[in-house]
């Protein structure tokens, strides 16, 4: 596991894909701020970025998030790249959201959480301990961040298998088309529209 502050170092280089959860103060992205943002590669490199109060810029993390060739791989991307369009003034691409894949696939429940999937798909139980703790400490606990790496580091293997399920189904393309619209989502609810009530007469 790599810590880093403020920004990732400018001679790592991630190719192909990598999985990516970030942590807030809070569910309200123009109120709660971003105090960190994980990556695992493919191989299981975890890479985590304490962002400081007040920053908003991180030079080669947003190559990354902006990067077409590297597919960034969320759980309920909607929130992750919503804090990040609002904290760095982006759109992230492309990407994939195992929790929309989960919703369009496992239409047998309505559990679709990061820690049903590990449970149900590859057999893990994850300690969610550390969910509902202070991320904008300066210092962050051990606990804290085996927490945050646990968030991204099954990611790849839970996309593998919803991707063989979507293709069974004959759902893939649908959720590719899904994935293409959460930025316009992120977009209009950054400027105060209710994306879910839009639409309605």
Not at 40 to 60: L, M, R, S, W
Not at 77 to 95: C, E, H, K, Q, W
């Amino acid at each position: 596991m790599n810590l880093y502050q403020y920004d990732l170092p400018n001679d790592l280089k991630i190719t192909d894909s990598v999985a990516i959860d970030t942590e807030t103060m809070g569910l309200n992205n123009k109120r709660d701020r971003l105090c960190l943002v994980q990556m695992c590669t493919k191989n299981g490199d975890v890479h985590i970025v304490q962002i400081h109060k007040y920053q908003h810029e991180a030079p080669n993390l947003v190559r990354l998030l902006t990067d077409d060739n590297v597919l960034k791989i969320f759980h309920f991307a909607r929130f992750d790249i919503s804090i990040l369009n609002y904290t760095f003034g982006i759109n992230v691409t492309p990407f994939y959201c195992t929790k929309i894949a989960s919703k369009l696939v496992r239409t047998y429940t309505d559990k679709h959480s990061l820690k049903v999937l590990c449970k149900e798909i590859l057999g893990l139980d994850l300690n969610k301990e550390e969910q509902s703790s202070d991320w904008g400490k300066e210092t962050l606990s051990e606990k804290q961040l085996e927490y945050a790496a646990g968030d991204v580091l099954y990611l790849h293997k839970l996309k593998e298998h919803l991707d063989e399920m979507l293709k069974r189904e004959g759902r893939y393309e649908l959720a590719l088309q899904c994935f293409k619209q959460l930025n316009l989502v992120s977009n209009l609810e950054l400027l105060g529209f209710d994306p879910d009530t839009l639409f309605q007469h």
